[in-house]
Structure formats: structure tokens, C-alpha cells
């Protein structure tokens, strides 16, 4: 929901929430002194498909004691892997979220790149005939690359439409002056090009201005995507009081965001601000050791990096297979 696709490494953090609903307990044994193992603790019975395909393909990789190492998971869980994805992608969640004619955004995007085609390389052939070819073409690519950072990191859509009209424009001017694109002849020649290059100008920033506010997302999409940041936003700036406070009415509140934490990538913030917190052991963490927060979250984002790792792994013999192939 929040990011539009899955990663191994959510897919890994979804062990912490098996753990949290008492399925697996996670274990610092002598097994590895870089990460930790898994133990499978009781059968699965919760009604949600993407727990129990994963809870399924680690107990079906469990030793006869139920102990289960990461190493186990290397060559083995990928097709679990793939058969968990296409479920998350395929799934009535995501088709709910998302529009079915999001293509547009392409094709606004290629009619951006059209348009400045004919704003540049037309009349470069023009006046500057095969010379005119490879520096036109440079401009089209250098502005349409710069449009694409624009869409996927300013999130506001009326700063995006100006910056893509700035970029068009200033664009524009620029690559008159190092192109060195004869207008000044053009237009002598042929009247008509007095009206073309300002209507295919017009007819550039106008899909800008589309391609700025269109979303693959539908409302729902976007409302869930927007409570996410809200959400994650919060978690982020909360500060140690209210951390203390929310801990005495629900003490493993900590290790119940942990999964969150990692999917929304601010695991890192969120141990730290536990760091010099008191926080007891959660009864799914299994050690020898004295516990402390900033050695179990080392630990554990070893652990999950591992296991991302591992569950992602093909065996040489299938890979090399699957590149024949393609």
C-alpha cells in the first residue's frame, strides 16, 4: 500500500509479526554470531493468506526440533517467494488501490517527448541539416530525463507542474543558444513556423501539467497512501515522553511497530529512540545474553538483511537455466 510494490526485505519483516502473534520465536543462539535463527512455536491459525504462506514455507524447512536457520531458507524459499508476490500483486488490495488506466502517466510522458522532437529536431534539420541530428536529440533526452526525478520525488502536485513548465521552458531557451537551432531563418523561410513551434511548445506543457497531476493511484489508493506518511510521519518526530507513556498502557508496543517499522523503512530511527528507553525483552526473543535494545536491533536488522538475502537466492544450476531461457 505504501510503496506500490513488494520487496524481499517486507516480506522478511513479516516474521516479526509472526513472532508478535506468538508463531515463531526468534532465537540468539551459537548457530551464527552475525544474525539470529527462527523456532517454530505452534501451528498457524490466523486467516491471513500471506502469514500463512510464509509461516508455512519456514516450518516446512524446520529440523525435527523445529529450529530453523537462515541458511536453510538459501536455494530453497524462492518459489514460496514468488507464489507470496504474485499473491500481494495480483491480489483484490492492490486492485482496489490502483487505476485501471494509470498507463495514461506513459503516455503523457511520451507525448511530452514527441512534442519536444518537433520543437527541436525539426527545425534542426532544418537549418542545421544532418549536423543539427545528434545535438537536437541531446536536448530531447537531457529534458525528458530531468522530468522523471520531478514526478517521483516532489510529491506536490502543483509544485511538479511548475517545475515542469520551468523545465520545459528554461530548456527551451537554453538549447536555442548551444544547439545554436536557427529560428531566426526558420521563420523567414516559412511563416507557418511562426504558429507551429509556440503551439508544439504549448502542446509540450500542457502534458506536463497532466503528467504532474496524474496518479496511478485511485482515492482510495491515495488515502491509504497518505494515512501511511501520516502515520510513519508521526512515529518519527514522537517524541520520549510520549514513547514512555504509550509503553505503560501497552508495554510491547515497541515490538508491535517493528514490522511497520521496517517495511516503512525507519527502523533505524525507531531504535534509536528506544535506546534510552527502558524496554523489557519480548517473550519471543530467545538469549543467554543480557538484553539490551541497541545490541538486539543490530542483531535484528542483520537478521532480516540475511533473510531477505537468503529467500531471494537460486541455485546456480536454475538460474543459469532461466537466463537460457530468456
Known amino acids: 500500500m505504501f510503496k506500490g510494490k513488494t520487496s524481499a526485505h517486507d516480506i522478511a519483516a513479516l516474521i516479526i509479526q509472526l513472532a508478535n502473534k506468538g508463531y515463531i520465536a526468534i532465537v540468539n543462539d551459537d548457530t551464527s554470531k552475525r544474525h539470529y535463527s527462527f523456532k517454530i512455536l505452534k501451528p498457524y491459525t490466523g486467516k491471513n493468506i500471506i502469514e500463512k504462506k510464509l509461516y508455512d514455507g519456514l516450518a516446512h524447512y524446520a529440523d525435527k526440533e523445529n529450529h530453523l536457520r537462515i541458511s536453510d531458507l538459501k536455494n530453497n524459499f524462492f518459489d514460496i517467494l514468488d507464489d507470496i508476490n504474485y499473491e ?5 488490495l ?16 511520451i507525448s511530452i517527448v514527441l512534442s519536444l522532437i518537433s520543437i527541436y529536431l525539426i527545425p534542426s534539420i532544418f537549418g542545421l541539416k ?62 507557418l513556423y511562426h504558429f507551429i513551434i509556440p503551439i508544439a511548445l504549448l502542446a509540450t506543457i500542457l502534458p506536463g501539467i497532466i503528467f504532474a497531476y496524474s496518479s496511478k493511484r485511485n482515492i482510495f489508493g491515495t488515502t491509504m497512501l497518505n494515512q ?35 517495511t516503512l523503512d525507519f527502523n533505524e530511527i525507531w531504535f534509536d529512540k528506544f535506546n534510552n528507553i527502558d524496554i523489557k525483552q519480548p517473550s519471543w526473543f530467545i538469549t543467554n545474553s543480557v538484553f539490551d535494545v541497541e545490541t538486539f536491533g543490530n542483531g535484528l536488522n542483520r537478521t532480516m538483511n540475511y533473510t531477505a538475502e537468503a529467500i531471494t537466492s537460486v541455485p546456480k544450476s536454475l538460474s543459469s537455466k532461466k537466463i537460457f531461457s530468456n
Open 88 to 92: 500481494l500483486e495480483n491480489g483484490q
Open 94 to 109: 492492490k486492485s482496489n488501490m490502483y487505476l485501471e488506466n494509470y498507463n495514461s502517466q506513459i503516455f503523457n510522458y
Open 130 to 191: 544532418i549536423y543539427g541530428i545528434i545535438p537536437a536529440l541531446i536536448a530531447v533526452a537531457i529534458i525528458s530525463i530531468i522530468l522523471l526525478p520531478v514526478k517521483f520525488f516532489i510529491k506536490n502536485k502543483w509544485i511538479q507542474a511548475i517545475l515542469n513548465i520551468l523545465i520545459i521552458g528554461i530548456g527551451y531557451l537554453i538549447t536555442i543558444n548551444v544547439v545554436n537551432i536557427p529560428y531566426g531563418m526558420i521563420y523567414r523561410a516559412n511563416p
Open 228 to 262: 501511511l506518511n501520516i502515520f510513519k510521519e508521526n512515529l518519527i518526530k514522537a517524541d520520549k515522553i510520549d514513547l514512555i507513556c504509550v509503553l505503560k498502557e501497552d508495554p510491547n508496543y515497541f515490538y508491535k511497530i517493528l514490522p511497520y517499522a521496517y
